[in-house]
């Protein structure tokens, strides 16, 4: 079976959707602890790097509060996705200018991913308030390493307000090797790794990782009333194709997809939350998907087409909240379906896995559990380097 049976674990389900009921509420996220961060902002000029993501909990914009209390916001920095969120993935964005405040929106995803130092030219200090999912591929924690690079190098300070990983409850996949280096790995870390972006931020300065082994003068405002192990649905979709919390749940597995000759979902109401290709016909023809250029996918693979494959959503429902691994076996057996095993791989497969050697194990035919074995011991030792970081109980 394409979807391998798994035992049934509704009632962990049922736990688990009654903790999140009942911790989302008492979770405090750095952006609403304005103590923390406010007097360091006084008389100071302050860029901040957002999105649609950094709101407080009243769902007031990190920005709108901040000209609310006189700070005085010079600039303003966008991700991936841009300012608002709307963004394609992949899709270049130029500077701009918000038309709410009038503030710059300088783009950390078109010609520059560091900010100049023209652009940090006129600031004093940086906030960055961001929410990640977890992935080393999901860009934002490169966005976060970038500024820091820059902002060591300019003696220039900058407060991480820190928020919930929802994928903060386990460990895995390779570690990314010497020579993979891209804006979807930038650090030798797992494909899941296991923080959320303030101690992220801790170990990359801990670990020297910034080019020339500078160190940001770095201030985490952290997250009450959290713990790895800790359910966390998210108020905001963090980006277009993530919207609800199935498609983070699912994206650790399904993003290696995009290195292959399999779609999942971009261009319809279901990203992340299904997969499929015209060549799977013969194996699934009773289920199919038909990508459309939208918002959030401009350009979708196999726009028009239809694609044949299997719809995911009750899999990540009642089988993932306990799974606490990526799901391979979807990827191994479309290998081994595809009639075109040449160029079932494409270039970026390799940069999403930070390794070539996944790549090859399932041209190999390694097993699933042959290929986890075989970054066991990576994980074991990331896990000691990432122990020097944590800010909040783990989940083991």
């Not at 239809?306 to 391979?328: E, K, Q």
Request: glycine fraction near 8%.
């Amino acid at each position: 079976m394409f979807i391998k049976v798994a035992k049934n674990r509704l009632i962990g389900v049922a736990i688990a959707l009654l903790s999140i009921a009942s911790t989302h509420a008492q979770i405090v996220c750095g952006a609403d602890q304005e103590t923390e961060y406010l007097p360091k902002l006084s008389g100071k000029r302050v860029a901040v790097v957002c999105n649609q993501t950094s709101i407080r909990q009243n769902q007031e914009h990190l920005v709108d509060y901040l000209l609310k209390q006189k700070v005085n916001l010079v600039t303003v920095f966008s991700p991936e996705h841009g300012f608002r969120g709307t963004a394609s993935a992949g899709e270049e964005l130029e500077d701009g200018k918000d038309k709410a405040t009038g503030l710059p929106i300088f783009s950390l995803y078109g010609k520059n991913k560091k900010p100049t130092a023209e652009m940090l030219a006129g600031v004093d200090i940086v906030l960055f308030d961001l929410q990640d999912v977890g992935t080393r591929f999901y860009t934002y924690i490169s966005t976060m390493s970038l500024m820091m690079e820059a902002c060591a190098e300019l003696n220039k300070p900058m407060i991480v307000l820190d928020r919930p990983n929802p994928n903060g409850h386990y460990i895995d996949g390779p570690v990314l090797k010497p020579g993979f280096e891209s804006f979807v790995g930038l650090h030798p870390v797992p494909v899941v790794h296991g923080v959320t972006v303030g101690e992220y931020a801790r170990m990359v300065n801990g670990e020297r990782w910034l080019a020339d082994s500078v160190v940001c003068d770095l201030t985490v405002v952290g997250v009450l009333n959290y713990a790895h192990n800790t359910p966390y649905s998210l108020p905001v979709a963090p980006s277009p194709n993530l919207p609800n919390e199935l498609a983070i749940r699912l994206y650790p597995s399904l993003c290696f997809f995009e290195g292959t000759t399999v779609a999942i979902g971009r261009g319809t109401d279901l990203p992340f939350q299904q997969m499929g290709a015209p060549w799977l016909q013969p194996f699934f023809p009773e289920y199919n998907f038909t990508p459309k250029p939208n918002e959030g996918a401009k350009e979708p693979k196999y726009a028009g087409e239809a694609c044949y494959g299997v719809v995911l959503t009750d899999f990540a429902r009642s089988f993932l909240p306990n799974y606490n691994h990526i799901y391979l076996y979807w990827l191994i057996e479309s290998y081994q379906l595809a009639p075109d095993k040449e160029k079932f791989f494409n270039s970026y497969f390799d940069k999403l896995a930070g390794t070539d050697a996944l790549r090859l194990q399932i041209q190999t035919g390694m097993s699933e559990d042959e290929i986890r074995q075989s970054w066991e011991r990576d994980i074991y030792l990331y896990k000691l380097i990432r122990a020097k970081y944590l800010l909040y109980p783990d989940f083991e």
